[in-house]
């Protein structure tokens, strides 16, 4: 969830609006009159953005990613065997 919220607003309530992305995963749009200034988000949230950032500007990897997506939807999937698999 986005919630936009005003600079002025953002600051006053800082800490608590800390706690809610921490604990709730909220996002905070943070707006300086009326316009998108920053985003407030969970780290762990941003971490895992920048990782999937990072995989996309790889083109190769971008394109076997998007490959793969629509052979999904198009329900041509390929089970998984694990080679080192003794049965256990």
């Not at 002025?8 to 300086?32: N, S």
């Not at 971008?62 to 698999?85: K, M």
Request: glycine share 6%.
């Amino acid at each position: 969830m986005l919630e936009a919220i005003s600079i002025t607003e953002a600051r006053k309530d800082f800490l608590p609006l800390i706690d809610r992305v921490e604990d709730e995963l909220y996002r905070f749009m943070v707006t300086k009159h009326g316009k998108p200034v920053a985003v407030v988000i969970n780290y762990d949230e941003y971490s895992r953005m920048v990782e999937t950032l990072k995989l996309l500007e790889d083109g190769r990897l971008a394109r076997e990613i998007y490959q793969g997506a629509t052979e999904a939807e198009q329900g041509r999937l390929i089970e998984f065997v694990n080679s080192g698999d003794n049965g256990e």
